[in-house]
């Protein structure tokens, strides 16, 4: 069974600054996507970025970007220029590409701070 | 208005009470699902569902029942609610043909959530 495991329970980030926020998973297979949400304390989940694992470019998405190791299982967000509003839980997760039933796997969630 | 809708948004029950988190969604979606997220161990899957005819458990199953009553309606019950139920619930949908070149990238996209509270 695939897992995903987020280490840092909490990151803290002086506002501007660069924070890099860890995720591993655990897989046999070889297609799959793996996402990274936030979630703000509205509740609400956000996606920030999506990464296909045959995409051997990392993904970006404004200030937001990926590091992604398909042969470590590694798949870290980077959050540039921090803000205010990137304060919130982060969670990242698997889905695998096999069959169509998009279920996700998620991992624990990191919560960051942003210091003013 | 939300695309995905869940009510209600908060509730405080006792022991032993039926409950039902309802959820609906404008998006046209045929896929709907319910995930429960505790402190420290992120979001679970307890059922999904591909269409009214098809529902499916997750990982967490045990202690819900699901009913998808249109393809735009999916609620969860909880027969006999108890404190370990306490948690943020939240209905997502997907599209099996939401697609990056061609290919179904499974992008979930959530409701608000329905925080329960059982003492």
């Known amino acids: 069974a695939q897992t995903v495991t987020q280490s840092q329970p909490e990151m803290s980030v002086q506002e501007a600054e660069t924070v890099t926020l860890s995720c591993t998973y655990d897989t046999s297979e070889s297609d799959y996507y793996l996402f990274w949400y936030k979630q703000p304390p509205s509740r609400q989940m956000i996606l920030v970025i999506r990464?296909?694992?045959?995409?051997?470019q990392n993904a970006t998405e404004n200030r937001f970007s990926v590091n992604f190791q398909k042969a470590a299982k590694s798949f870290s967000l980077k959050i540039s220029d921090s803000q205010l509003g990137d304060a919130a839980m982060y969670f990242c997760a698997y889905r695998s590409a096999r069959g169509a039933t998009n279920k996700l796997i998620f991992g624990t969630g990191t919560l960051l701070a942003v210091q003013p | 208005d939300a695309d995905v809708t869940q009510t209600p948004r908060n509730r405080i029950t006792k022991t032993g009470k039926r409950i039902m988190l309802e959820c609906s969604q404008t998006?046209?979606?045929?896929?709907m699902y319910w995930y429960r997220q505790d402190p420290g161990l992120g979001l679970r899957l307890i059922y999904y569902s591909f269409d009214v005819k098809d529902i499916n458990k997750g990982e967490i199953s045990d202690g819900y029942s699901v009913s998808r009553q249109a393809q735009a309606k999916f609620s969860l019950s909880l027969e006999s609610a108890i404190p370990n139920q306490t948690a943020l619930y939240f209905c997502?949908?997907?599209?099996?043909?939401?697609?990056?070149?061609?290919?179904?990238?499974?992008?979930?996209?959530f409701g608000e959530g329905s925080r329960l509270t059982v003492l």
């Open positions: 998006k046209g979606h045929d896929r």
């Open positions: 990464q296909e694992a045959y995409k051997q």
């Open positions: 997502a949908t997907s599209d099996l043909f939401h697609s990056s070149g061609g290919r179904n990238t499974g992008e979930l996209f």
